[in-house]
């Protein structure tokens, strides 16, 4: 089982950036995802979560509307649309995938993506 993330980069601060991780080895329909995100010294932190059929979201408050979090069963991946970036978002994201939406959230997820540096420039 793989998790391969993608799409990080260098993008001004206000920009927009589109990171995804697709899924291979095995089908996540029955897994919560969710991305988190690890800034230079700082701890990793939980970002967003998503149910398994998608309707339903959650969003820790520093990012609430100005990112979104989406998946794609049918290609097994997981997106996260992140909008009006600021420098303080800089950070290697990573995405998880668990069975548990509470062992997701609280970083315990049995599957991890290797993760892609998001980089917001002032």
């Known amino acids: 089982v793989q998790l391969q993330a993608s799409g990080g980069g260098l993008v001004q601060a206000g920009g927009s950036l589109r990171v995804a991780c697709a899924a291979s080895?095995?089908?996540?329909?029955?897994?919560?995802w969710g991305w988190f995100r690890q800034a230079p010294g700082k701890e990793r932190e939980f970002v967003a979560a998503?149910?398994?059929?998608?309707?339903?979201?959650w969003y820790v408050d520093s990012v609430k509307g100005r990112f979104t979090i989406s998946r794609d069963n049918a290609k097994n991946t997981v997106y996260l649309q992140m909008n009006a970036l600021k420098p303080e978002d800089t950070a290697v994201y990573y995405c998880?995938?668990?069975?548990?939406?509470?062992?997701?959230?609280?970083?315990?997820?049995?599957?991890w993506g290797q993760g892609t540096l998001v980089t917001v420039s002032s």
């Open positions: 998503i149910s398994l059929s998608g309707g339903i979201t």
């Open positions: 998880a995938a668990d069975l548990s939406l509470a062992t997701l959230r609280s970083g315990g997820s049995e599957y």
């Open positions: 080895g095995r089908t996540f329909r029955s897994y919560y």
